[in-house]
């Protein structure tokens, strides 16, 4: 904006909006998010300053993960909208925030958003790989077999967690079968228990309680155990 002065002098006076994007492109986040902040809504260039200050966010949050500030990364890196075309990149970088703060499930979550047209794809699966481990390694220690197992035969050879997955993997393999064996007495046995009762009962009323007993047992224990379910059939005489 151009002004005269009392005395003729020409003086020049930059609006905020200038100001603020010119300190972004010399890297002058801080800079820039503060001038760009001072245009108001309604002014004619405010929709512009509202998506360079997202900009400016998106790139101190890059400043923040070099300098290992991975939750002040994160927090900058959410504000990123899904019409924003580095928004895939922000889920990566969100992803591999989380990572690095060990938080497993958090950091799998925003690495699954990544969609295979992202230049982040690769990377991202990379990354998924070792989150996967990691919390198939949790699943491994809190003895559920099942899960460990399904997370870590999606380890790959390739990944440097491979050959510890492997014998991870032989070890739940050999727990499970240790488990199911145990489950599969205990459901034989009451299964069993059940008939016995069926066959030597002599009120039909009393019959049919057992039978009504023995499928909501059955469902339930198999539920328990995510098996299948078939109703236990009795045959009356």
């Known amino acids: 904006v151009i002004i005269i002065g009392a005395w003729g002098y020409f003086f020049l006076l930059v609006a905020p909006y200038e100001k603020g994007k010119e300190a972004f492109e010399q890297g002058k986040y801080e800079e820039a998010i503060s001038f760009l902040s001072e245009v108001k809504k309604g002014e004619r260039r405010y929709t512009k300053a509202q998506s360079l200050i997202v900009e400016a966010k998106f790139e101190k949050g890059k400043e923040a993960f070099r300098q290992s500030k991975y939750e002040e990364a994160i927090s900058l890196f959410l504000l990123t909208k899904p019409e924003r075309k580095n928004y895939q990149e922000a889920q990566y970088r969100i992803g591999n925030s989380y990572?690095?703060?060990?938080?497993?499930?958090?950091?799998?979550?925003?690495?699954?958003?990544?969609?295979?047209?992202?230049?982040?794809?690769?990377?991202?699966?990379?990354?998924?790989?070792?989150?996967?481990?990691?919390?198939?390694?949790?699943?491994?220690?809190?003895?559920?077999?099942?899960?460990?197992?399904?997370?870590?035969?999606?380890?790959?050879?390739?990944?440097q967690n491979y050959d510890s997955a492997q014998e991870i993997l032989k070890d739940a393999g050999v727990e499970s079968i240790k488990v199911a064996k145990k489950d599969q007495k205990e459901f034989e046995t009451q299964r069993f228990e059940f008939s016995q009762q069926y066959a030597t009962e002599k009120n039909e009323i009393k019959k049919s309680n057992v039978f009504v007993e023995a499928n909501k047992w059955t469902g339930q224990f198999a539920k328990s155990m995510d098996w299948k379910l078939w109703n236990w059939e009795g045959k009356i005489k």
Do not use: C
């Open 99 to 159: 990572f690095n703060l060990e938080a497993w499930n958090d950091a799998k979550k925003y690495l699954e958003k990544v969609e295979i047209n992202s230049k982040d794809y690769q990377e991202a699966q990379v990354t998924l790989e070792s989150v996967n481990y990691h919390i198939g390694i949790k699943a491994y220690e809190k003895r559920n077999w099942n899960e460990a197992m399904r997370l870590l035969s999606e380890v790959t050879p390739n990944s």
